[in-house]
């Protein structure tokens, strides 16, 4: 016997969709000020900061794509909807992180041996510009960052495209002020590095939500301890723990319970409790279970467990 909820409501990033569209409308006009930036200063980090805003500007088009399918009803064969899409986008954001990332440190080690002339005021400009709309961006993105992985992605690739803007702006300075030129391919080799560690982070949770594994959020041992504290239980067995999507946990487990409990309280009860015990304390309205007398699992069969 079971207990659950419907899975058809909106999915964590669809909240978000508005501020999604508002930055994606900002990120393609920086990209377009930041190209004629480049072509005009000879800048490789301003052009490498343009890349990552070309990428932005396509990670940003597939979470609003992904959270307009994620968002459709379900169905006889996709039970959960196109939820994962958002899963999906967070992961080919990560792919894309990952080649601009590598094509701009490329570029920086090219130029460390026969560095251009860079128009360091004309750079400088550019980089305040990028900035300033990359703020409003990060603005916009900030509360939906810890809701939706998707969200996240979007999120952090227009913080790298921040720091990228702060690394253009600095190299620009060193140029008008120094004439090192070398703070160029510097800066370059900054934006890369700033953007290669946090797209492994969100990579790394974008494969835990397609493995199934628990959320980090949810400590697993925890609803374990809860649910055999409840009146009557006796043992608690297949207890699994996953996501769906971002804000989409889901648990199922078979409980034991004894068999006088079953008659005096009743499987309704016993079910309310459970549904209770879980989402007062761990905030998961996904569940189900099922409900077995002591003794059932010896004959369950062994696919089952």
Not at 26 to 40: A, D, E, R
Not at 91 to 101: K, R, T
Not at 262 to 278: A, N, P, S
Request: charged share 15%; hydrophobic share 50%.
């Amino acid at each position: 016997m079971g207990a659950g909820h419907d899975h058809s409501h909106g999915t964590a990033s669809a909240a978000h969709r508005g501020r999604l569209r508002v930055a994606l409308g900002l990120t393609l006009s920086v990209l377009g000020l930041q190209v004629v930036g480049g072509v005009l200063t000879g800048s490789l980090a301003l052009v490498a900061d343009a890349g990552h805003m070309a990428s932005d500007v396509v990670g940003l088009s597939m979470a609003l794509l992904a959270i307009h399918f994620a968002n459709r009803p379900t169905s006889e064969r996709r039970t959960f909807g196109f939820a994962r899409a958002e899963i999906l986008a967070a992961l080919a954001n990560c792919l894309l992180l990952f080649g601009v990332g590598g094509y701009i440190l490329y570029q920086a080690v090219r130029r460390f041996m026969d560095p251009p002339a860079i128009e360091g005021g004309l750079t400088f400009a550019f980089g305040v510009a990028g900035l300033v709309v990359n703020l409003v961006s990060l603005a916009l993105l900030m509360g939906g960052r810890q809701e939706s992985l998707n969200v996240r992605g979007a999120f952090l690739e227009v913080l790298a495209d921040a720091l990228g803007s702060v690394a253009v702006i600095v190299s620009a300075l060193v140029i008008v002020t120094t004439g090192w030129h070398y703070a160029d391919p510097v800066a370059s080799l900054a934006i890369g590095a700033m953007i290669i560690p946090r797209t492994f982070r969100l990579l790394r949770e974008a494969l835990d939500v397609l493995l199934e594994a628990a959320p980090k959020d949810v400590d697993v041992a925890e609803v374990r301890s809860h649910i055999l504290a409840l009146p009557g239980v006796v043992e608690l067995h297949d207890l699994h723990v996953w996501t769906i999507t971002s804000g989409m946990p889901v648990i199922s487990a078979h409980v034991v319970v004894r068999g006088d409990v079953l008659e005096t309280v009743g499987q309704e009860k016993l079910l309310h409790d459970l549904q209770g015990c879980l989402g007062d304390h761990f905030d998961v309205d996904h569940c189900t279970f099922q409900i077995e007398p002591v003794g059932h699992a010896e004959h369950e069969a062994n696919l089952c467990h």
